[in-house]
């Protein structure tokens, strides 16, 4: 038996540019650092969760180890699972200037992210029919994990704007021959600056979940019911 676990289904990553100013008159010969570092915000996705018994135990334990480079035993059968598909929504705002050799001076002005999965979904097999111990047991345990997942996400996303700023205030601007260019190269900035802080947050959520899928705590929730 095994009584529930999380699982992410990937990372959806989307990002959007909004041009907010193009001087092609100045004679601004070179680009500088003298300007305001670009604002960050991180936000989440509203609390969304969607439970469901249309999946049986059988249905559970092959998206299990469909999902997971670790797979449940032979004989164990995922009895619950919550999880869905991590998503991440960039916006960035610029201004780019034109010098006289026709390159153009990238300012990045503002970095807003919104993060999370858009539906949390809790599944509880259908073997166990809704009102019962062993039904009311899994969704006790899957509400762990559902908590788990949203204070990790409430706790991160401070941490994730502030050390993104950090990171972008060495370096707002850029120097391209197009407005597509400089796009691409805050676009990559942003990834690469923010990744270390996604990595530290996913193996705080890895940990976090794991304490609570243990064999002492499904043992414990095992003893709490007799029609397993």
Known sequence: MRLGAIIILGLAVVSASTLLGLDHASAQTRCTDEVEPPTVSVTLYPRNVAFSTAKSR??????????????????????????????????????VVTRPSGAICGY????????????????????????????????????EHVDI????LDEYAPRIARELA????????????????????????????RLSSFKRMMRTLDRRHGAIDTPESYRRTRMQCSNW
Request: glycine fraction near 6%; aromatic fraction near 8%; hydrophobic fraction near 35%.
């Open 58 to 95: 059988d249905d559970l334990t092959h998206r299990f180890n469909e999902s997971n480079a670790t797979k449940l035993h032979p004989n164990a059968r995922a009895l619950g699972l919550t999880g869905g598909t991590l998503a991440s929504e960039t916006q960035f705002k610029h201004l």
């Open 108 to 143: 990045l002005r503002d970095v807003s992210i919104t993060l999370g999965i858009q539906t949390l979904e809790v599944f509880v097999a259908r073997d166990y029919a809704p009102g019962s111990c062993e039904y009311e047991a899994v969704v006790r345990h899957e509400a």
């Open 149 to 152: 997942h949203y204070r990790t």
């Open 166 to 193: 950090a990171g972008l205030q060495r370096r707002p601007w850029t120097m391209n021959f197009s407005v597509e260019e400089v796009e691409n190269t805050f676009r990559e900035r942003t990834d690469i600056e």
